[in-house]
């Protein structure tokens, strides 16, 4: 595809359920990221992967929250036992390198509340 | 620990005029530093970056000047223009980036 795609686009989960949320990133992108976005604020780092190789998960706020890209390409963010602050827009964004200073482009997001 | 600090939430500016966005930062080893632009229901978008060995960097009508000693840096958009109302945020890199919390900017016919 032309950009970076997530799905679904919305979901709403019940405190408690477990939540899977995928990234279609750029084809041919090296590097992928997750970032949490609660309203009003800017996105917050998750984690990182380079091809397949998850190199930081330092941004994860729990041992509930899981990352995996397990052939380099689409990813998964796992949110186990869902909490009502979890609820935020989770933003996934690829780069083509896997250098520093490289521009990232985001997908659109999916937006998860937990009632 | 906010790194990336925008202080102005809002600015609203008459179409035709310089809307100027502001943005500050702590950590002094960030050496990459982008603005994104992002409307509601989509992701951020790419806008323009600077290095910090540059001190400015212009694509169209947007400049983006860094002040490495003040930890500062600035977007410029001249002349505003009506598709510019958006949430623009500021970002500074290691090689994960590091997001102010943004600032809606209104652009007003």
């Known amino acids: 595809g032309a950009g970076v795609s997530q799905s679904p686009r919305y979901k709403v989960a019940k405190r408690g359920q477990d939540v899977a949320l995928r990234c279609d990133p750029i084809s041919g992108h090296v590097s992928l990221f997750w970032y949490q976005q609660a309203l009003g604020q800017g996105p917050e780092f998750l984690t990182y992967?380079?091809?397949?190789?998850?190199?930081?998960k330092s941004g994860l706020p729990s041992d509930r929250f899981f990352a995996e890209r397990p052939e380099g390409s689409v990813s998964t963010l796992k949110i186990q036992r869902t909490q009502q602050e979890d609820s935020a827009v989770y933003l996934c964004?690829?780069?083509?390198?896997?250098?520093?200073?490289?521009?990232?482009?985001f997908g659109s997001g999916t937006q998860l509340s937990v009632l | 620990d906010q790194q990336v600090k925008q202080n102005s939430p809002s600015l609203s500016v008459q179409e035709g005029r310089i809307s100027i966005l502001n943005c500050d930062y702590t950590?002094?080893?960030?050496?990459?530093f982008l603005w994104y632009k992002k409307y509601p229901a989509e992701g951020p978008t790419f806008l323009i970056s600077?290095?910090?060995?540059?001190d400015k960097n212009e694509d169209g009508r947007f400049t983006v000047f860094l002040n490495k000693s003040a930890k500062h840096l600035s977007l410029h958009i001249v002349p505003s223009q009506p598709g510019d109302s958006a949430v623009y945020f500021c970002?500074?890199?290691?090689?994960?980036?590091?997001f102010g919390a943004g600032t809606t900017v209104t652009v007003r016919a």
């Open positions: 970002a500074a890199s290691l090689y994960k980036l590091s």
């Open positions: 950590n002094s080893m960030f050496d990459y």
């Open positions: 964004a690829s780069s083509l390198a896997q250098g520093r200073n490289e521009k990232l482009f």
């Open positions: 992967f380079q091809n397949e190789a998850q190199l930081d």
């Open positions: 600077i290095s910090s060995i540059k």
